[in-house]
């Protein structure tokens, strides 16, 4: 899960560094969450398919025991295997038992951020498999060694000159071949061809799962979802425990809501539903179906008041809709799972000591909470959060010795008023127009983009005694 | 899975389900928790604007769709319209190899005979997994221009096109060429993804592959440039044919 060892700071600091990838992450979330809103607006009773939707996830959670247990069934009855991974370790073994038992080499990937979670492509590797991103964006990630740095968009943060070098470094492109966007999809399409056609392993994620009919439901607009499970010998599905829906009609309101949220289109290009492996009479497909369920962690967050996040569809509108998500781009987070709701999945899932600092990389505005389509309330499990990095001992020596000083001040009524008194004294040694241009030690980092307002130089409490006793106490 | 394996999930995931869930409902919306969401029994409201009623009116409406994604849409009146089509687009591809659904499936009599007629060659659909075969059979798929295939049931409100794989009908014929010719037929329309899945749920079971195809194949990864064909195919045209009889799914 982790995509950096630089600490926080950091990262925020060279991602804001970067006029480029700042550009970039602005101008895209700026039109996506535009095309999200007309998306919205087109589609009638949006607002009630939310509503539903949420329900969904929240009927599914309840009783996910169930509804996991009927979709192993299910898979089963139609041929399909399927494996439940406690761990990460647990599904790495799992897949890699299963190249080495059917002797596959080759494996062409679609997009799948539970493979990211668990570092598949890494464990393959070593295992001498060659492992082929198939999604263009994580494609080039691949040849650049790089980390996606949106759930959606893997390379937002490159420009198209940067895809050019890439493809004429790496790739083995003519000039011609980078020539423009077109040109460069077409070769990336070429090359991957080759891939696919190749390979006898397909890794694919999954958006939805679907309890009663043991179905698997990918969305892509590339197609290469749909190429990964059709053309190779074996298909491997990697699912998260949480991302499962009850029926086909459940599944039908998930889809009117996620590629609407995400990408402002009625519905990504292909809806795939794959129901089991190849059918006897069938011309092509896979002979074998896998599906790994992954826990890693989940089963731990389930219950518990953070249980919400796993409602979470994976459409990236709140990455898109954050202020610090568009001022810092996915990098700065360190995680596979960025934006606000990367801010409480990667605690939740990592443990707080891992990941104690993305929730305090939060205004609190709760823009993401308006945007997500199952309105999950991202804010309220932030403040959550932090509460749990205090507790866990993970707050930064000045802040919790302060928050120390100030608990003791404040409680004592005589000992707040004299300190009041005090600061107001010093400040207005300090101030100018009613204004500090300065502060010292940590405040300091406010007041070196911005001012202070100066405190008054008398109390209010001060200043209401005053009048009761010039008033004799009369209003 | 193995029987250690299934109790061990169920123990965690039970035990954690046990513990209730929090939040009880959304924050300000109206949304009820858990099982008893007594308004969300109920399907959701059909999703469109202006809901089209008449299926003319979702002709008009998918047409309309369709082409706002770059796909194009045709009227068919016999197979010769059909068969000429395909030999233009194929022709305009450099490739005279086709990958076809079978006549049974397509609803079509006669249409594999037409297309061969002008000179193209439908390939064998199948793609072993085992022998020397399968070296050959990709080949020759991978080096045809244009898939034709039915369609189950269209989508009025996004101008999707849903196929169902199955005997005669190879998921690779909407997807392995640049060009996807679909014949789809007025009756077999609806009006969105969840009408149909509330529906027609038994479709998602009647085959290994349902899958709803909503214009080309696309990606905006590059600078959100958008760019077709990526891996799908790059053009899709919709052949509106009144006059033939649509198969069911699981007919080959």
Sequence with gaps: MHTSALPFYRRIDDALANPQVRRAVLHTATRAMASRAAALDRLQGADALRDEARRIRARTLAELDRHLDRFVTEVEALGGHVCYAETAQDALAYVRGVVRARGLRVAVKSKSMISEEIELNEALEADGVEVIETDLGEYVIQLDRDRPSHIVAPILHKSKEDVARTFLAKAGATAEDVTDVPHMTQFARRVLRQGFLRADLGISGVNFGVAETGSVCICTNEGNGRLTTTLPRVHIAMMGIERLVPSPRDLGVMLEVLARSGTGQSLTVYSNILTGPRRPGEHDGPEELHVVLVDNGRSRVLGTDLAEILYCIRCGACLYACPVYQQLGGHAYGSIYSGPVGAVLSPALAGIHDFHDLPHASSLCGACREVCPVRIDIPRMLLRLREQGVAAGESPMWIALGMKVFGWIASRPAAFRTAGAAAGRLAGLAARDGWLGRMPGHAGAWTRTRDFPAPAAESFTARWKKRQRRTGGRA | ?252
């Excluded at chain 2, 109790?7 to 009820?32: D, N, W």
């Excluded at chain 2, 989508?155 to 060009?179: F, H, K, N």
Aim: net charge negative; proline share 7%.
């Design chain 2, 1 to 252: 899975m193995t029987p250690g394996q299934r109790a061990r999930m169920q123990e965690l995931l039970g035990a954690a389900v046990k513990r209730g869930l929090f939040p009880s409902s959304a924050p300000g919306a109206h949304g009820a928790h858990g099982a008893h969401g007594a308004a969300g029994a109920a399907a959701p409201a059909a999703a469109s604007p202006a809901r089209a009623t008449g299926e003319a009116d979702r002709l008009v409406r998918f047409r309309a769709e369709l082409t706002a994604l770059a796909g194009t849409v045709h009227e068919a009146d016999g197979v010769e319209a059909i068969a000429d089509l395909v030999a233009e687009l194929a022709r305009a591809e450099g490739s005279p190899r086709v990958i076809a659904w079978s006549e049974g499936a397509l609803g079509v009599p006669g249409l594999h005979a037409s297309i061969a007629a002008r000179g193209l060659e439908i390939v064998p659909p199948d793609v072993d997994h085992d022998g020397r075969s399968r070296q050959e059979q990709l080949d020759r798929l991978a080096s045809a221009s244009v898939g034709v295939t039915g369609a189950d049931v269209i989508l009025a409100d996004t101008g999707s096109i849903v196929v169902l794989s199955g005997p005669g009908r190879p998921r690779l014929a909407s997807l392995l060429t640049p060009v996807h010719v679909a014949l789809v037929h007025p009756d077999r329309i609806v009006g969105s993804i969840s009408e149909l899945l509330a529906t027609r749920p038994e479709l998602v079971s009647a085959g290994s592959n349902l899958v709803a195809i909503t214009g080309p194949s696309r990606t905006a990864d590059i600078e959100h440039t958008l760019s077709r064909g990526v891996h799908g195919p790059r053009e899709v045209h919709a052949v509106v044919c009144r006059f033939a009889a649509a198969a069911g799914p699981g007919e080959p």
